[in-house]
């Protein structure tokens, strides 16, 4: 069974950003959600995801779409901690709730990441409004294909042709992403 | 009454390039139409619009979604002849319908730009599948939006705000565009 | 022998742009000379040489460094006639001066294109203050090589690993250039 | 007496990268030298600074042209710690020598960053061969006029027009930079 065919498993966060409160995937029920996963020392990330992630924030009406940022630590974990994504997300601006990935008691890969089956950062992960999980890209989808894939699940609950993508052939840090 | 108001008027047209007949908007019925008004010489159009065409046709289905091109003289005509155009979009791989604007007997503005009230280049505009016109954007209006936009008609032939923007104050050319 | 020890051949001009007299290579004797070789329809010319010719004609000093540009027409000469030329001039806000290959009776690459040896659009030439042809580029060499260079020859008639340079392996017209 | 006319003072350094024994601008005397001082979470030092200093590296003889990173880090210390810093260089793939800044007893800014009275991140220093303090840019030069300046030093021990440069007015971190 492909990832595509699961019903989106929720998020196991250690802290938020940009939130009062913990944010739950069951709370987004009824809304798009598009899920950004991110380790801030990711060329690919800083350069085309995040900046990506906060144009939808900013796009897409609150009520239709929820964006949340994911920082998936799964390599160099004592150079990106807590502290260091605090004054990141304040650097770069990024206004959009934005959790830490729950650490793994036995991988480098944190949970969140795994349930998802994601393959690297930055991940993008678009869920429907009945929280099925539609799309699941690694890399650098491009804004045009994004924002339509986006604009479908609002209007219609279907993504066409939406399916996982590598963009090209991605090892350890390219300024494509970070491969697990 | 707004142009938004407007069904979308067919265009006049003196010649057309990748395509073999001649297409009228009645034979587009049916389909999302993106109408880009461009000139071979606005430095916008080249980096900026053209380039955005190309993507939305290569994007979205040619069953829902018919991408045309206008080139729209309305000063240096003699700079910009269809001959000069061929060359153009074969230089610049340029690969869906494009067509020359009918010029008009009494004014620099061609016909088809007139009745669509453009007021330059690059301008798109977006035609739902009922042949209302939805949005008439002049300057740079982002893939994000745009890509959105399109799905929008495509799924739910509605388009959330869409009205015409007009990117910053354009006099003459500049690069983001080139004012009548 | 190689172009790389020629003397500079003086250029073979039609029609001059940006000057009220026409300016030959000898009368520029003294100075570090720039040529740049494009066409107004050549993407690679449009996005990269030009801009890249503007601001060297823009940073160094009159009385140091000449900027050339020079329309080598080698296809399409029907498209690109000098009207054309001078509403793109004026499009695209080109200041230096810029002159007409002369067409050549027998072949489709104008005069002086030939005598340079030049291999397609764009092309950068550099030329000392005694007349030595130093660098024959074809595509894209970048700012930073090609601002210490002529800031070479500007301080010490010498270019430290100058040579011809072909950007990838052109052919037809790429984002890059547009091979003879 | 203007910092330009100052002969470079020393750097102050609690520990380096990218090379296997520490670096004093003594040991570089002979050589132009080009400092390039950055936060590794300052926005204009990752997308414009970083990778022209790189680009600089890569390009200029070694025998002829020092690159030196300087970490000065004056905000958010707790987020900027060397740890962090050597995976950010991991990720990056910068391959030229970055020092530490050393921290001041008694402020925010560091004691090199201070006694160069740069003015915030990134800023870009030229020295001379003989170790006179040329420029001091703060934000982003470009390619082409850095390209020239550390060519003319390299060639004639002069930089025409050199001087310090201000972006923008910056407050805060901007795309641009983030001022002290």
């Not at 779409?65 to 998936?72: R, S």
């Not at 480098?108 to 678009?126: A, C, E, H, K, N």
Request: net charge negative.
């Amino acid at each position: 069974m492909s990832v595509d065919q699961y019903k989106a498993p929720d998020w196991s966060v250690s802290q938020w950003f940009n939130t009062d409160t913990p944010i739950s995937l069951d709370q987004l029920r009824g809304k798009v959600v598009v899920l950004h996963a991110f380790q801030m020392l990711c060329p690919g990330c800083v350069s085309h995801g995040l900046p990506q992630a906060q144009r939808l924030y900013e796009y897409f009406p609150k009520d239709d779409v929820a964006v949340i940022g994911l920082h998936t630590v799964f390599e160099h974990h004592e150079a990106m901690t807590p502290v260091s994504l605090k004054a990141f997300i304040h650097e770069y601006r990024l206004t959009f709730p934005i959790a830490v990935d729950m650490a793994s008691d036995d991988a480098d890969t944190p949970v969140t990441m795994s349930r998802y089956q994601m393959r690297g950062t930055p991940s993008l992960i678009l869920i429907d409004r009945e929280g099925i999980l539609c799309a699941n890209y690694f890399g650098r989808p491009q804004d045009l294909q994004i924002g339509a894939e986006v604009s479908a699940l609002v209007h219609a609950s279907t993504v066409r042709g939406a399916s996982p993508v590598n963009v090209g052939s991605i090892e350890g840090c390219t300024d494509d992403g970070c491969a697990v």
